[in-house]
């Protein structure tokens, strides 16, 4: 059931009716967010999604009566399934209106955050997420800064791995340094001709699903090495925007992303994109990584980024 008291009126009205889907309808809906392309409605049966809550309560640990957190917006999966796990699990859910900066203000066995909530939150202060027994994480990676500051913490946390196609994540990795995704019960994984992941999923029954995931397999689990339809070919070399971003998170604390744009010499060179009217980091610091040809030729600043309604930013060139 849904806190009242500590709840959104929005996130009330939504949940009920996400409750009323629940009781009258023999499939739910979830609309992915646009990022990689033209928003669309996915649907489940009910009960493969009560095995995708079964699931995500039994790897957590998290039982009945369990106070749960959740400040995602109700339309996209994240959020919808942190509902429908509180209908089917009998959870006290506390659902805020989605923001950047959740208020936490109880002790709450279980929460999901977005990477993007939980950079506010650690800057702002440690003490809200340490009153929280556990979190998982999605909706992006996590910068390598706030992975440091994460290791220092009370709270258990978790990035899921996973997407609208797979109603949510089929693999975790503890939010540690050097730790590697690995699959859920029931989830096997495999890889495509171009390095990319593929999933199979027989705990839900759902059909293989090929991503654009580029990974790498580690010690029975993998890494995420980034999206093949952002790969830049920069002198031969196959560049992937996500680990340079990773390397650039210790001294870019602006929004920003990593793109590229044609080059005579290179075929295409690496930019950065920063959101802003002038740059709070200096080129001399990026000089010290030694990124070598991943080093971003040019930089680029914009005033303001194009986001999705979920709050992931649109990479353009």
């Known amino acids: 059931m849904i806190n009242e008291a500590l709840s959104?009126?929005?996130?009330?009205?939504?949940?009920?009716?996400?409750?009323?889907?629940?009781n009258e309808s023999e499939f739910i809906s979830f609309q992915t967010s646009g990022s990689t392309g033209a928003p669309k409605e996915i649907t489940f049966t009910k009960e493969q999604v009560k095995l995708s809550a079964q699931r995500t309560g039994t790897f957590f640990n998290?039982?009945?009566?369990?106070?749960?957190?959740?400040?995602?917006?109700?339309?996209?999966?994240?959020g919808k399934m942190m509902a429908l796990r509180a209908i089917i699990l009998e959870?006290?859910?506390?659902?805020?209106?989605?923001?950047?900066?959740?208020?936490?203000?109880?002790?709450?066995?279980?929460?999901?955050?977005?990477?993007?909530?939980?950079s506010h939150m650690?800057?702002?202060?440690?003490?809200?997420?340490?009153?929280?027994?556990?979190?998982?994480?999605?909706?992006?990676?996590?910068?390598?800064?706030?992975?440091?500051?994460?290791?220092?913490?009370s709270t258990t946390v978790f990035e899921g791995y996973g997407m609208t196609e797979t109603l949510t994540h089929v693999a975790m990795r503890k939010v540690e340094e050097n730790s590697f995704f690995r699959a859920l019960n029931?989830?096997?994984f495999s890889q495509g001709e171009k390095g990319n992941l593929i999933i199979e999923d027989s705990w839900l029954k759902l059909p293989s699903f090929e991503t654009t995931d580029v990974v790498e397999f580690?010690?029975?689990?993998?890494?995420?090495?980034?999206?093949?339809?952002?790969?830049?070919?920069?002198?031969?070399?196959?560049?992937?925007?996500?680990?340079?971003?990773s390397m650039l998170s210790t001294i870019v604390f602006q929004p920003y992303y990593i793109s590229s744009l044609?080059?005579?010499?290179?075929?295409?060179?690496v930019v950065l994109y920063v959101e802003g009217e002038t740059q709070d980091f200096q080129i001399e610091k990026i000089n010290q990584l030694n990124l070598g040809i991943r080093k971003p030729r040019e930089i680029i600043l914009k005033p303001k980024f194009n986001r999705t309604a979920s709050g992931k930013i649109i990479r353009e060139s």
Not at 8 to 22: F, V
Not at 123 to 136: H, M, P, R, Y
Not at 219 to 245: M, T, Y
Not at 263 to 268: N, P
Request: net charge negative.
């Open 186 to 188: 029931g989830v096997q």
């Open 122 to 153: 650690l800057k702002a202060s440690s003490f809200a997420l340490n009153t929280i027994q556990k979190v998982l994480l999605g909706g992006g990676p996590l910068s390598q800064s706030t992975t440091a500051l994460l290791e220092n913490i």
């Open 8 to 22: 959104g009126s929005d996130m009330i009205l939504a949940y009920a009716e996400i409750e009323r889907e629940w």
């Open 218 to 245: 580690i010690n029975e689990g993998f890494v995420v090495k980034g999206r093949l339809d952002q790969v830049i070919i920069s002198g031969g070399v196959k560049l992937f925007p996500e680990e340079i971003e």
């Open 262 to 269: 044609p080059d005579e010499v290179l075929g295409q060179k």
């Open 91 to 118: 959870w006290n859910l506390t659902w805020q209106s989605p923001s950047t900066s959740p208020a936490i203000q109880k002790h709450y066995d279980f929460a999901v955050f977005t990477s993007q909530q939980v």
């Open 62 to 78: 998290v039982n009945n009566n369990a106070e749960v957190f959740c400040a995602l917006p109700p339309i996209y999966v994240a």
